[in-house]
Every structure is written in C-alpha cells, then in structure tokens.
C-alpha cells in the first residue's frame, strides 16, 4: 500500500516541475542532432548492486513527456538486483527518450541509493521491535521522492512536512519556557484550531521524560543522543504509555545496540542526507 502522500497529483506536479527545470523552452542538443521522426530504443542498464527503486516513476516520466513511448519494466520497485541486470526498454522517439533520460536515471539512481541502505540497515534490527524511520533531513523539492524510497526499502516515513505532525524539539520547547507550557499550549492551540495531529515530544535526560509522562496528551516520546543505559532507563519509564523514538547522531555501528534498548521507532538523518547513489545507464541499442 502506498503512502498517503503519494497521490498522483503530487507525483506528476513534481515531474512537471522536473522538466521545467532540465528542459526548459527546449532539449537543443537532441532536436538539433536528431533528425525529425526518427524512432530508437534504449535498455536500463543496472550497474551496481542492491535495491532498485524509482523504477515505477520511470515509466510515469518517460509517458509524460511522450504518451507514446513504450516502456517495459523489467524488474519492479523494491527487486534486489545485481550487476548488468536490465531494468525496462523504452521504444519510440528518440528525442522524446534522450530528453527524459536524465530525469530518469537522476531519480532512480538516487532514489535506489536510499532504498537500499534503508534496507541493510532494516534487516539489522529484525531481531528487536524497533523500526527504523527517515526524517526532514531530504533534499528541497525532492522529498516526495526520496520518501518513497525509504517506504520501498521497507523503512518507516516519518511526518512528511511540518504540517502533519507536531514535534516538539528542543528549541520549541525552550523557547515555550519548558515541557509543561509547550506542550498545553500546544495542545490549546490543535483544539482552538480543529486539528487533529499527533503530538511528539523530544527529550534530553530522564528528568524531561519524567515531566512528558506527568503532563502527558502526547503520543511519542523522542529520546534525543542518550546513551544505552539511559535510554533503557527512559524506555522502562515510559512503558506502554507512549510511543518512543531514538534520536540523535544514530549510525550504522550503533543502530543495533540502540534497537536492543527497546525503543520503538530509530530514525536516521543519514537515509537521505548522505546516501550513495547506486550506477544506473541508459543505453541505446
């Protein structure tokens, strides 16, 4: 099942977007070079290793540019691949695929990178509950896709913007004058306002998770760069009263030591700020 920000209106305004920015008034090089009418095909070319992704939106780029193009997709969203593997052909003109080709391998290629991390690093903790979730820390204007990553690679998406969650950080919640105020004027305001969002609080020490219980009417708890023992300590705390989320400069080498705290949620900055691309081509043949 797709994530609910995954409508196609959204889908479609980022590709027009897309080719407003790459495009413009017009693909010179190809109109210039390509005689008119000329019709080719190309294959996409896998030329690395991991968990594909973007594959879907491919095929969304390539016909909205050129309904007539066909394109055959050969692997699916979320397929492991391997080295010369195809991922789809496209046929028809061969300007309209050269002038696409370049959206399409710029969010696949990315997008496959995110996918497959988020997937490594997922099978990691399947021994524990914890679920390992993305952040806001995406690149600007390309959010829609890099989540859709995440979910590809089975990871869970965080709120998707500032406006369908709150999230009391620490600065929110020092500048509100301490836990208590952010968090009834918070919720005054979400009453006064007819909205219905969830609530999550972040906390640095035990003494912050113990004011979050007291005033409670939240639903997550954030346990922000805490060490093991404290984390454990706060996870015992809090029980089943609420939701926790790990926080805070989590890596590779410490996420399963992290899960095994028995928090809920881990989310990982590095899914989307600093990911590795995976070699994808297109080939004409």
């Not at 500048?175 to 009453?191: D, M, R, S, V």
């Not at 015992?236 to 790990?246: S, Y």
Request: glycine content about 8%.
């Amino acid at each position: 099942m797709k994530p609910a920000y995954l409508t196609e209106s959204a889908v479609q305004a980022f590709i027009n977007s897309a080719f407003k920015e790459d495009i413009g008034p017009g693909d010179y090089s190809s109109l210039a070079s390509i005689p008119q009418g000329k019709q080719g095909k190309a294959q996409l070319l896998i030329k690395g290793e991991g968990i594909i992704a973007g594959i879907e939106l491919a095929e969304k780029i390539f016909k909205m540019y050129d309904p007539s193009l066909k394109v055959e997709l050969l692997i699916k969203d979320g397929d492991p691949v391997q080295y010369g593997e195809i991922g789809l052909t496209v046929q028809g003109s061969s300007a309209s695929i050269l002038s696409s080709e370049r959206l399409v391998l710029n969010c696949m290629q990315r997008m496959s990178g995110i996918a497959t991390i988020t997937h490594r690093l997922t099978e990691k903790i399947l021994h524990t509950k914890a679920r390992l979730m993305d952040t806001r820390k995406t690149t600007p204007n390309f959010r829609l896709m890099e989540k859709w990553a995440v979910h590809i690679g089975g990871g869970v998406n965080h709120r998707f913007a500032l406006y369908d969650m709150v999230m009391l950080k620490d600065n929110h919640v020092d500048f509100a004058g301490g836990i208590k105020p952010a968090i009834t004027q918070t919720k005054a305001y979400l009453k006064e306002h007819d909205l219905d969002l969830k609530i999550e609080v972040e906390t640095r020490n035990l003494e912050e998770v113990a004011q979050v219980i007291e005033v409670g009417g939240v639903d997550f708890i954030m346990l922000d760069n805490m060490d093991y023992e404290t984390m454990r300590e706060a996870v015992a705390m809090i029980g089943d009263q609420f939701k926790t989320e790990a926080s805070g400069g989590i890596t590779e080498d410490t996420l399963v030591p992290v899960a095994e705290c028995g928090v809920d949620f881990i989310s990982m900055g590095a899914l989307t700020h600093s990911v590795q691309s995976m070699d994808i081509s297109l080939k004409a043949f």
